[in-house]
């Protein structure tokens, strides 16, 4: 009985989730003057593990208000899914999308941006793409906005480099046992959730796992979550 409600309920999600994008109508096609690109407050180099902060920048370079739709894509993650993001290496690999359940979220009304005015939207690139070795990458991301993209007029896409560095031994250490002593309050049932999970799964390195593994040790179930998950992602545990 309990396995048939569960699959109803899944169902029943799915449908009302779906309703809910299908029936936000399209605001037209991509306006034109739209245009976007991305800012770093601290700048596009980064040590791998912690979290790449980054602003969208949607901008109105044409003559008349543009209205740009957003939400519906944010519940049981948190932050908003329909940015898609495509991250590419040096050597050409693309990284890993990051897996979390959309349950979509409310549509609220259009942002209206007049000519030559911006809409901003803070976002972390490892909530889409996961990031698990140095280099260099070339960052690429789009918004739908409600609108209906053609060959002519395009979804604007923001783009920009990025550096990623190793951290040394001693910023590994500061850094995870300060989330332990952040997250000493967790308890077993947190386990599993997005909003307390990073930004200890986006440690995703061999030399990370000896200073979760200490942090585990002293009784951070967070840290423990992590080194399983990393070292899964590693392959370094048969399962």
Not at 24 to 39: R, Y
Not at 131 to 150: C, M, N, Q, R, S
Not at 177 to 203: C, D, I, T
Request: contains cysteine; proline residues 8%; aromatic residues 12%.
């Amino acid at each position: 009985m309990f396995r048939k409600w569960t699959v109803v309920f899944t169902l029943l999600m799915t449908a009302a989730i779906s309703g809910a994008k299908a029936g936000a109508k399209p605001l037209g096609p991509v306006p034109v003057g739209a245009a976007a690109n991305l800012q770093f407050y601290k700048g596009p180099e980064f040590v791998l593990g912690e979290p790449i902060e980054l602003t969208f920048v949607l901008r109105n370079g044409g003559p008349l208000t543009l209205k740009a739709q957003t939400g519906g894509d944010y519940r049981a993650t948190g932050y908003p899914t329909r940015y898609k993001f495509e991250v590419v290496d040096d050597a050409g690999s693309k990284a890993e999308p990051s897996a979390w359940y959309d349950m979509g979220g409310i549509i609220g009304a259009p942002h209206e941006v007049a000519p030559l005015k911006e809409y901003r939207e803070q976002l972390v690139l490892q909530n889409y793409v996961r990031i698990d070795h140095p280099g260099e990458y070339l960052v690429k991301v789009h918004h739908d906005f409600g609108w209906l993209a053609t060959t002519e007029r395009p979804y604007p896409v923001a783009e920009a480099r990025i550096k990623v560095v190793l951290p040394s031994a001693e910023e590994i250490g500061r850094r995870v046992q300060a989330l332990a002593r952040k997250n000493e309050h967790r308890q077993s049932q947190h386990l599993g959730q997005y909003w307390n999970s990073p930004p200890f799964v986006w440690m995703i390195h061999p030399i990370y796992l000896p200073a979760l593994e200490q942090a585990a040790a002293g009784g951070c179930l967070q840290a423990f979550e992590a080194f399983i998950a990393s070292a899964t992602l590693m392959r370094l545990v048969p399962w």
